[in-house]
């Protein structure tokens, strides 16, 4: 199962583009991306999911680099309802790490 | 179409008294999955089900704790005997019938469990 790393906080300014890292070399052939996030005291909240190419919904972007060692979760322009911890998942068990704590500031 | 309902949201024990905390998955999703979330820390997988089957309960302390999904109901997280370290949200989620990896989960509002 891959092991994720993401960098423990990160701020963006309301409006910009936040741009989150995740790290996760030892990722298998089969094993699919997934970004989740938690607003404070709530249930996690599923955002997007890739295997090979970049994907994009209505709430992110998604970048997986060739190799698939790494990704960039993208919100194309934060709000202040967009602070969160933000959850990088690589393995099929659903092991959550710690994540990142995108606080969006005005 | 209602998303995954957990109950009661708070929950309050006082130590030695079991605890049980219910889910409802989502219309037509056959899989549940149980997490705590200890205060300022990440969630923490514990156990994975289907319909009548534990398919993976290695997040499971060993002692005091069961997580059950009958035919019929919701899922069960039975706590017994609690203790203080106990205290801590517990998130379910529900994920559709799937060809066994990795299925998008919704998860419920959580259960606020308090050991006294």
């Known amino acids: 199962d891959a092991k994720t790393t993401q960098p423990t906080s990160m701020d963006c300014a309301e409006g910009r583009a936040a741009n989150l890292p995740c790290n996760h070399s030892?990722?298998?052939?089969?094993?699919?991306v997934y970004w989740y996030r938690q607003i404070h005291s709530q249930g996690p909240q599923y955002i997007i999911h890739?295997?090979?190419n970049n994907e994009t919904n209505e709430m992110a972007s998604l970048i997986i680099t060739e190799d698939r060692k790494s990704s960039t979760l993208i919100l194309p322009h934060a709000t202040l309802r967009d602070t969160a911890v933000y959850y990088c998942i690589a393995h099929d068990d659903m092991r959550f790490g710690a994540g990142t704590r995108l606080t969006v500031k005005p | 179409n209602a998303g995954v309902m957990q109950n009661p949201r708070h929950l309050v024990r006082r130590r030695g008294q079991e605890a049980r905390l219910r889910c409802s998955p989502m219309?037509?999703?056959?899989?549940v999955y149980w997490y705590r979330q200890l205060p300022e820390e990440g969630l923490k997988f514990m156990v994975y089900?289907?319909?009548?089957?534990?398919?993976?309960e290695s997040g499971m302390p060993k002692e005091r704790f069961s997580a059950e999904f009958p035919k019929e109901g919701p899922s069960i997280l039975r706590i017994q005997q609690v203790v203080r370290g106990d205290s801590a949200a517990y998130f379910c989620?529900?994920?559709?019938?799937?060809?066994?990896?990795?299925?998008?989960?919704?998860f419920g509002p959580g259960t606020r469990l308090t050991v006294l």
């Open positions: 989620a529900s994920s559709p019938p799937a060809g066994g990896t990795l299925e998008t989960q919704y």
């Open positions: 089900l289907q319909k009548e089957n534990i398919i993976d």
């Open positions: 219309k037509g999703h056959s899989h």
């Open positions: 890739g295997l090979k």
């Open positions: 030892t990722i298998s052939g089969n094993e699919y």
